[in-house]
């Protein structure tokens, strides 16, 4: 009869242990649908640090002079919140500008405009192929940079040279930027052109100067 007795305690002790792990169980499982359920509701999010290089063009309205171009590279950072259709703004410090050249203008025939700048670009994409860990986009938004340091080299108060002084030259400037890019896994790169939109001369209404930009850029996607 004891026997018995203690046979029975056991079972009821182990159906109790059983029904308690069931339970945590099954709350486990209504939390990991909730949670599932609430994330399927969110965007896609990513986030991540960035760099590039520039190839700069100088674009103008003067038959006396031509444009060369110069090199630069830029760094950053870009947060994308969307799915196949999406949002990327960016905040890069990019380094600007371009050369003037001709044979009147100087000794050296060159004149330097370099711009340091804060650049945020606002993109609108989409993912032309979304197959997980590879996606083809194409991107286009508006971007504002702000210059942070200009430097002219050399200065001229030549009447042939469009540029007397860093002064003429505005502090922040508009321009559109369209482009694709690819992901693999973590890694996010892109290749866009920055056309400029507004005059960056304040020196004549009669001089029109803009910045256009070739960029590539590799990022890497933290989430």
Not at 99 to 126: H, M, N, R, W, Y
Not at 183 to 192: A, E, G, N, P
Request: aromatic share 10%; hydrophobic share 40%.
């Amino acid at each position: 009869m004891k026997r018995i007795y203690t046979i029975f305690t056991s079972t009821a002790l182990y159906v109790s242990k059983l029904r308690s792990e069931m339970k945590k169980f099954l709350a486990a499982i209504c939390l990991i649908t909730v949670v599932s359920s609430v994330e399927a509701q969110l965007p896609a999010f990513s986030i991540g640090p960035k760099i590039g290089y520039n190839s700069n063009t100088l674009s103008f309205n003067r038959d006396s002079i031509s444009a060369g171009m110069r090199s630069a590279f830029q760094c950053g950072a870009f947060v994308r919140l969307g799915g196949k259709v999406y949002i990327q703004p960016e905040i890069n410090y990019q380094v600007k500008g371009g050369v003037f050249e001709g044979e009147k203008l100087s000794a050296s025939g060159l004149q330097k405009i370099t711009l340091k700048t804060i650049t945020v670009p606002v993109l609108i994409g989409i993912k032309v192929i979304n197959s997980g860990p590879i996606n083809l986009r194409l991107m286009a938004g508006p971007t504002m940079s702000f210059v942070i340091d200009k430097t002219l080299d050399p200065p001229s108060n030549s009447t042939l040279w469009p540029i007397h002084s860093v002064d003429d030259i505005k502090n922040s400037l508009w321009s559109l930027q369209m482009g694709g890019g690819i992901d693999v896994f973590f890694l996010t790169l892109d290749v866009r052109y920055e056309v400029g939109l507004n005059n960056m001369y304040t020196g004549s209404e009669s001089f029109n100067l803009k910045n256009n930009i070739f960029n590539m850029s590799l990022g890497i996607k933290f989430l």
